[in-house]
């Protein structure tokens, strides 16, 4: 799996980021910049080829999206990211997921098959895909969202199903609502940035 690994000399935090369709490992980098430029960078490129780019898993055929594939896709991903914990002195408690679209449809997939390996996680524009999902302990776990009030993709329902799923769980999810529609805005970046830097960015 296509990956790249940035280590910070300085602080204790990872980022694993999750591109969105059509996209790449490095597509998130300005993301991460904007919100906390010290940390640690560990990007994972999808396995499924899309319009030129990449994507974490297979588009849905017929309406319905195959969730023993879409498993099998994080399960390679929680791989990578255990491999690179152990192998670079990663601190485990602070192991954070940034994905956009599919890329944060594939990271609620991680947290409610492996919790215990994130503390926080930030989706902009995600699905609501596995509303029978058994329970995970997300106890106290900081979540952040958005959604745009003009995605046709991602209709805004779809943040606010997800993060009622999520607060049953036990997390304290935060969801923004944007003017936009599906696209990743410089708005919501900057929100997201404020959410973090408000007390996470100095745990």
Do not use: C
Request: hydrophobic share 35%.
């Amino acid at each position: 799996m296509k990956h790249f690994f940035h280590k910070s000399t300085d602080h204790p935090h990872t980022f694993v980021l999750l591109h969105g369709s059509g996209g790449r490992e490095t597509d998130l980098l300005s993301v991460v910049g904007e919100i906390d430029v010290r940390q640690s960078v560990l990007g994972i490129r999808g396995s499924v080829r899309d319009h030129g780019g990449f994507r974490h898993f297979e588009r849905p055929t017929d309406g319905k999206f195959d969730r023993e594939e879409i498993n099998q896709r994080a399960e390679e991903v929680l791989h990578v990211i255990e491999d690179y914990v152990q192998h670079n002195q990663v601190n485990r408690k602070h192991i954070h997921l940034l994905g956009y679209s599919n890329g944060a449809n594939l990271a609620v997939n991680m947290l409610l098959q492996q919790p215990e390996l994130f503390s926080a996680a930030l989706l902009f524009h995600p699905s609501h895909l596995y509303p029978e999902a058994e329970r995970s302990d997300l106890s106290g776990m900081p979540i952040f969202m958005t959604s745009g009030s003009r995605d046709a993709i991602t209709p805004p329902g779809e943040a606010y199903a997800l993060r009622q799923q999520l607060e049953t769980f036990g997390a304290d999810v935060t969801v923004e609502l944007t003017d936009h529609g599906h696209e990743l805005t410089n708005k919501e970046v900057d929100i997201a940035a404020s959410w973090w830097n408000k007390g996470l960015a100095s745990r």
